[in-house]
């Protein structure tokens, strides 16, 4: 697939040790990101289809950020690695995707347990909703930090 005469592998091999999320705009217009987890995404999912007709590589594509993913409307995203629950996210709201592993589920930094944001949405099938629980999720998340 090509954007703008760009073919996606390009924007797949923007993945590395440091760029964890790589979009290109319709406007030809790029941007990437070496933060880990999924609070850039969130930024950009502020605005509804704030990604309709751009192409994203994403290194880990859970249920929570396939939600976001849909709110932006996204063209075609690629994902290093995407949980099974994320796929049918993808599925279910016509985003055209590919991957490079399937997982069962996306796991906490730590490995003990679900990742958190994929734990705030594990109830919901509606994109609004999964919005909403993913926002609050991060704001409890940025306050413990803090």
Known sequence: MN????????????LNDRVNLAVIFDSGERF???AKGIFDLLNIAKTPHSLQNAVAADKIVGRAAAFLYCRCNVKYLYAETLSEGGEKILKDNGISY??????????????TGICPMDDAVKDTDDT?????????????LRKNQG
């Not at 609004?128 to 409890?140: K, M, N």
């Open 32 to 34: 990437s990101s070496d």
């Open 3 to 14: 954007m703008n005469g760009i073919p996606l592998f390009h924007l797949k091999d923007e």
């Open 98 to 111: 590919s991957f490079g592993s399937l997982a069962p589920a996306i796991m906490n930094r730590t490995g």
């Open 128 to 140: 609004d909703t999964a919005y909403t629980l993913i926002f609050q999720r991060a704001q409890e």
